[in-house]
C-alpha cells in the first residue's frame, strides 16, 4: 500500500448527460476508484475515474458495471492506463479531511495531526476497498452510527469493505465487533486502517463471509452499506441478528428506493425509526418491530 508503487494506473471515462456530476462521481467512488477527474462538454459530461494497477482492469470493469446497473443513462466511454507521473502524489489531493455527522472527523493517514478540536477521528487510507468516507451512503451511515451505539455495544458490520463503519462503532464505544465482506481481498486493507486507529484484530473480529451466512449474534448494533437486492436479501434473517432493542443501519440506497426498501422493512418485522438522505443517496436506521411497539 506504499504510495507509488504502480508503474501505471487504470482510467476508465464514464459519459452521462449535464446534472449527472454527482451520479459520476459516486459510480467511481463504489467502484474503488482512487481519484477521478471531471469534464463538461455542452449537455454532456464526461468523469475519467483512476484505478490502480494492482487488479486487471476487467475487475475493474466488473466492479463498475454492478454500480451501473440503475443508471442506464451513464456509459463507459473510454478505458486504458496513464502512467504513473505525478499522479501518485497528486491524488492526495482528493482525500482532505472530511467532518461528518456530530462530532466525527474522515482523514487520510497523511493528514494525521490536522484533527478538528472535539471530533473523534477515523484514519482510512484510500484503497481499493469501498468505503473512505467521502461517500454520501458511508456518511449517511456514520451519522446515524452516531447516534445509535451505546458504549459496550456489540455490532457487526455487514459488506465491512475498508473498514470505516467497524472502526467507527469502536471509537463511539463499542467493545466489540464482528467485521465481514465475501471479497477476502479487503481484508488486508481492513486491518491496515484498523492499525491507523490503534484497533486490534481482538476487538474488531475480520470474517470472510457472504451477507449474514451463519451469523450467530446477537449483536446490538448492526450495519450495511451495501446495494439494494443483497439488502433485500438479509432482511429476513435481520430479526434473529439483534439483540433486545438492537438497531441495525442501512444505506447504498438510492432515494428513490425508499418506499420499496420500507415496504421490505414492513414484511420482515422491522421498524425504520430514524432515516437520512445526501445527494441521490438514502439510509435508514431500524428495530424489530416488537422492540419498537414496546418502547
Same mark, same amino acid.
Given at each position: ?134 461517500? @454520501?451512503?458511508?456518511?449517511?451511515? %456514520? +451519522? ?9 455495544? /456489540? &455490532?457487526? *458490520? ?100 425508499? @418506499?420499496?426498501?420500507?415496504?421490505? %422493512? +414492513? ?9 437520512? /438522505? &445526501?445527494? *441521490? ?15
Amino acid at each position: 500500500m506504499a504510495d507509488g508503487m504502480d508503474g501505471f494506473w487504470w482510467y476508465i471515462i464514464l459519459e452521462g448527460q449535464a446534472g449527472r456530476e454527482e451520479v459520476l462521481a459516486s459510480l467511481a467512488d463504489l467502484s474503488g476508484s482512487i481519484g477521478s477527474e471531471e469534464r463538461t462538454d455542452g449537455t454532456r459530461v464526461r468523469l475519467r475515474a483512476y484505478y490502480r494497477s494492482s487488479q486487471d482492469l476487467g475487475y475493474w470493469l466488473e466492479r463498475l458495471s454492478e454500480a451501473l446497473t440503475p443508471w442506464e443513462d451513464v456509459r463507459i466511454a473510454d478505458m486504458g492506463k496513464i502512467e504513473n507521473r505525478r499522479w501518485h502524489t497528486d491524488w492526495k489531493e482528493a482525500f482532505p479531511p472530511l467532518p461528518v455527522g456530530k462530532g466525527l472527523v474522515v482523514l487520510a493517514p497523511w493528514h494525521r495531526g490536522t484533527e478538528p478540536e472535539g471530533r473523534i477521528p477515523l484514519y482510512i487510507y484510500p484503497g481499493s476497498a469501498f468505503g473512505t468516507g467521502y461517500h @454520501e451512503s458511508t456518511q449517511i451511515v %456514520l +451519522a446515524l452510527l452516531e447516534e445509535a451505539v451505546r458504549p459496550g455495544a /456489540t &455490532a457487526a *458490520d455487514i459488506g465491512t469493505g475498508s473498514g470505516i463503519l467497524a472502526i467507527a462503532a469502536m471509537k463511539l464505544g463499542a467493545r466489540h465487533v464482528h467485521a465481514r465482506d465475501v471479497d477476502p481481498a479487503v481484508l488486508s486493507e481492513v486491518r491496515h486502517n484498523l492499525g491507523l486507529n490503534d484497533l486490534t484484530e481482538e476487538a474488531v473480529d475480520l470474517w470472510e463471509g457472504n451477507l449474514l451466512d451463519g451469523f450467530e449474534g446477537p449483536v446490538d448494533i448492526l450495519t450495511a452499506n451495501i446495494v439494494i437486492d443483497p439488502l433485500l436479501a438479509m432482511l429476513p434473517f435481520v430479526g434473529a441478528a439483534l439483540a433486545p432493542g438492537g438497531r441495525a443501519i442501512f444505506s447504498g440506497l438510492l432515494a428513490r428506493e425508499r @418506499e420499496v426498501f420500507l415496504s421490505a %422493512l +414492513a414484511e420482515n418485522g422491522l421498524s425504520a425509526v430514524d432515516e437520512r /438522505t &445526501a445527494g *441521490d443517496w438514502w439510509g435508514v436506521a431500524v428495530t424489530r418491530y416488537d422492540d419498537a411497539a414496546g418502547g
